[in-house]
């Protein structure tokens, strides 16, 4: 009970014959349409006890209820009594009407989240505040013997509340104000009570507060506002109900001011605000192409940068499938089956369609979208127009093999020069013998022709490997027999140059080598190594000297070509295996190693050198043997 008077504070517990009953519910023709959040038992009693004749009577509807879990009682019950539920709280503020949010999980968690999603306009009650209208109507609900009992646990709970609560008299002097209310003034109660906001507040403030008041007491109805003040050189935001309190007969004799503080909800709107506007800034002003889409693939989000590389407005791409963009759908489908494995895919090249049918090439990121939850939501990809990116790459390719083709020419027309003076000269002395009937003059003539010949055949055969990508032909091979038929190739011309060539290596099983490439290699290597040692001028007590040596490792093989030859300085070294270089002026061609690493790197293998001039060379390849790796014992030749 309220006794209305101008210099006593308002107390619960006091009562004569002229007190005046504060009543909740009646005394409003606006309907609290309300929705509860949390299922628990604490919603069950709250359903029961809101019977529809209590409902009616208070103006009040229960549109929702709101848990995550489908067998709380609360939740039981409200289907039952044909209310709406659901287990996500964000799909009650789409209810027709709902004004009011009252939250009984008692999660701090909840009530922020509640905070930052909920629409402004809409009043939300805690779980304290939850207590507050739970006592309410616990008060209308009990006997008259408990009237004292309920309205000192109400006044209990206007104490705790965190919300501003005060009452006015109808001349606008504070009848109550609670602690929440105090500490927002800066004042005690005592100076308060009994004053009005003229007396408390600047004019400014006051007067604005006072136009509100006027109009509920003009109205007679429950009415919200929206508030702004400075506290202690701080913007304050509020959200205030005022509504009438009537005593039994329907007469308004004072009115209510619950107030909430929402400054910490406007800084998190404004907040979502400014990052709405800066995302829609990069979707808006990004060059790249934006889309996102939702589980069925249907486009969502065609940002400007979409719109200008496709030809398409948004307007006619939005709710269409994305498929229909790309040249071929099935691709996409194909790409989604990675990115649902993987998360997402980056730089992923795909060609699209634009408006006019022409191809766009793209490189795409794809990622999937993902709520607070982690539930999938669909997809958001960012493309990047490569088109003439690529068209200019395949043209410095284009100008890259015109510049190769050329260099080739040029090599090959001088080795073919090279190749055709010698058989001028051959032929010379050949023609120059038969007329003089000098066999000696005829056989040296037919050498160089041979020779020549030869030449020709060894650059025709390295060009026809250097230009032409193969697979090698993998067949079980005895790495050591290999080595043996190689060296036996050229183990007489070396002999007949004072050459002392060997073989020697370590026996095991057969090795899944190409024979015939690996042997052209191997013979490149060690004609090299004897050619090397023909230049050098040797001391009485050197021999020139040529090692071949076969070693087995695990899942590998191992073919070293030492020679103690002339050697090579460290630019040689560089630009060995550059094409048309060669040590050997003209009687080289500059392709045999080349060709050489060539054939080693379609093994998927590896060739070093180690060099010094008048030290020789060290030529190591090492090949992949998968499953093999066994070693046996060593043999010499």
């Known amino acids: ?341 993987k998360g997402e895919a980056n730089n992923y090249p795909a060609v699209l369609l634009d408006k006019k049918g022409n191809e766009v090439e793209i490189s795409l990121s794809l990622a999937q979208l993902r709520d607070s939850k982690g539930r999938v939501l669909g997809t958001v990809g960012i493309s990047k127009d490569v088109t003439e990116q690529n068209r200019l790459r395949q043209q410095l390719i284009e100008q890259e093999r015109l510049a190769a083709v050329g260099q080739t020419v040029a090599g090959i027309t001088h080795c073919m020069k090279n190749v055709l003076n010698g058989l001028k000269g051959g032929s010379y002395m050949l023609n120059l013998g038969l007329k003089r009937d000098d066999s000696k003059l005829i056989q040296e003539g037919w050498g160089n022709v041979q020779k020549g010949i030869d030449r020709i055949s060894k650059l025709s055969l390295d060009m026809l490997s250097y230009c032409r990508d193969r697979k090698p032909s993998l067949a079980p091979t005895d790495p050591l027999k290999l080595a043996r038929d190689t060296v036996q190739l050229v183990s007489e011309s070396a002999k007949q140059g004072g050459i002392e060539i060997w073989c020697r290596g370590e026996e095991g099983p057969p090795a899944n080598l190409d024979p015939d490439t690996m042997g052209r290699a191997l013979l490149n290597l060690i004609t090299n190594a004897v050619d090397a040692c023909r230049e050098k001028s040797y001391k009485q007590e050197e021999t020139p000297r040529v090692e071949v040596k076969v070693k087995r490792g695990k899942n590998r093989v191992v073919f070293t070509v030492k020679d103690n030859g002339i050697g090579m300085d460290q630019e040689a070294r560089k630009q060995l295996f550059t094409r048309f270089f060669s040590t050997k002026e003209a009687r080289g061609t500059g392709l045999g190693l080349c060709v050489t690493r060539k054939l080693i790197d379609e093994h998927g293998g590896d060739i070093q050198v180690d060099s010094a001039p008048g030290r020789g060379s060290i030529f190591t390849v090492t090949l992949p043997d998968p499953g093999q790796g066994s070693t046996g014992h060593t043999s010499k030749q």
């Open 1 to 341: 009970m309220i006794k209305e008077r101008q210099d006593t504070q308002y107390d619960p517990g006091e009562k004569d014959s002229e007190t005046l009953q504060i009543r909740r519910g009646a005394q409003s023709t606006v309907y609290l349409k309300a929705a509860i959040i949390g299922g628990g038992k604490a919603c069950d009693d709250l359903l029961v006890l809101l019977s529809n004749e209590r409902l009616n009577r208070l103006n009040m509807e229960i549109l929702g209820v709101a848990d995550p879990d489908p067998e709380a009682p609360g939740i039981t019950r409200a289907r039952d009594m044909g209310i709406f539920t659901t287990d996500d709280f964000t799909e009650l503020y789409s209810l027709p009407g709902l004004n009011l949010l009252i939250e009984l999980t008692g999660s701090m968690p909840v009530r922020e989240n509640m905070i930052r999603t909920k629409p402004i306009q809409m009043s939300s009650i805690d779980h304290r505040g939850a207590r507050l209208l739970w006592d309410l109507i616990q008060i209308e609900a009990e006997k008259q013997m408990l009237r004292r009992q309920s309205e000192e646990r109400l006044h209990q709970f206007l104490e705790s509340a965190h919300d501003i609560i005060c009452i006015k008299d109808l001349e606008g002097r504070y009848l109550y104000v609670n602690p929440a209310a105090t500490r927002s003034m800066g004042l005690s109660r005592e100076d308060v009570i009994g004053r009005t906001d003229l007396e408390i507040f600047p004019e400014k403030l006051a007067k604005a507060m006072g136009a509100h008041d006027r109009k509920v007491l003009e109205e007679a109805r429950t009415l919200s506002f929206k508030e702004s003040t400075r506290v202690n050189s701080q913007d304050r935001h509020f959200y205030t109900v005022r509504f009438p309190i009537l005593n039994e007969v329907g007469e308004m004799i004072s009115y209510a001011i619950i107030s909430r503080d929402m400054t910490e909800e406007v800084a998190l709107q404004e907040t979502v605000r400014q990052n709405k506007e800066y995302l829609e800034n990069i979707l808006g002003n990004s060059s790249d192409m934006i889309i996102t889409t939702d589980l069925e693939g249907r486009i969502v989000t065609f940002n400007p940068g979409g719109e200008k590389m496709l030809g398409y407005r948004e307007d006619e791409v939005l709710g269409t499938k994305v498929e229909v963009l790309w040249k071929d759908p099935e691709e996409r489908r194909r790409l989604m089956s990675e990115v649902g494995a």
